[in-house]
């Protein structure tokens, strides 16, 4: 697979209309790899790339509704907004607090999303899942970055895309990824999809009850 990098704004509406001959869903396809999907479920991602009813042409048309100006897009705005106003009503319960504001933005937009996303049973309330989605020191960070700093598995997904062996120079990474999978699949297990978000549960109908994935596969894939 060839993959071209096109930063030309102009240009991308043209080639997005020329979607069977230019294939982003092959990329978003071969992401499956990245998040440690089975062969099988990724064989199935990659089917009909150039028709509507293929796999990863016809999921983002499917979940639409749920990102359309209704019912279930409006869900999510609502919860969003109230689990903000509650993060901002804390710090000022407490008086005069310092904070990093950079980082409290960022854990605040966090929660809410993760919230109004996947619901009652969000597996990101658990401060080790959330700390090893956002915050995992990689080995490649101190090849361009001081090794104080900190690699996030977030920014680090694009060392796992360039790397096929990436759990030999990034470890830590590949542990970061493994204990989200792992609650992303105790919550689906759970049932916690059920009363997530429309965007989830369309999701969820589409790659399992359309096209077989199991459950396993459906969380890796939410990553």
Same mark, same amino acid.
């Given at each position: %697979? $060839? ?22 869903? #092959?990329? #978003? ?24 009813? =293929? ?10 509704? #749920? ?27 407490? =008086? ?9 933005? /960022?854990? %605040?937009?966090?929660? #809410? ?20 989605? $956002?915050?995992?020191?990689? $080995? ?9 700093? /900190? ?10 895309? %360039? ?20 609650? %992303? ?28 994935? $199991? ?9």
């Amino acid at each position: %697979m $060839r993959m071209c990098i096109v930063n030309s704004t102009h240009i991308i509406p043209l080639l997005q209309k020329q979607w069977r001959t230019v294939s982003f869903a #092959a990329i #978003a396809a071969g992401a499956g790899i990245t998040v440690g999907i089975s062969k099988e479920a990724v064989k199935i991602m990659h089917q009909d790339l150039t028709s509507e009813h =293929g796999f990863s042409i016809g999921w983002p048309r499917y979940i639409i509704p #749920a990102m359309s100006a209704r019912k279930d897009l409006d869900a999510i705005n609502r919860r969003s907004v109230e689990v903000l106003a509650d993060e901002v009503e804390e710090p000022q319960a407490k =008086g005069v607090v310092r904070l990093e504001l950079s980082q409290w933005s /960022r854990q %605040m937009m966090f929660t #809410a999303t993760t919230e109004a996303v996947w619901g009652p049973q969000n597996p990101y309330r658990d401060p080790v899942v959330a700390e090893a989605w $956002r915050c995992v020191q990689s $080995r490649l960070s101190s090849w361009f970055v001081s090794t104080a700093s /900190r690699r996030t598995f977030e920014a680090g997904f694009l060392n796992f895309s %360039m790397f096929p062996f990436s759990s030999v120079p990034f470890p830590k990474l590949r542990q970061a990824r493994e204990a989200v999978a792992a609650a %992303m699949m105790k919550y689906m297990g759970n049932g916690g999809h059920k009363t997530a978000s429309g965007l989830v549960r369309m999701r969820f109908e589409h790659h399992h009850d359309q096209f077989g994935l $199991r459950i396993e596969e459906i969380a890796r894939g939410e990553l």
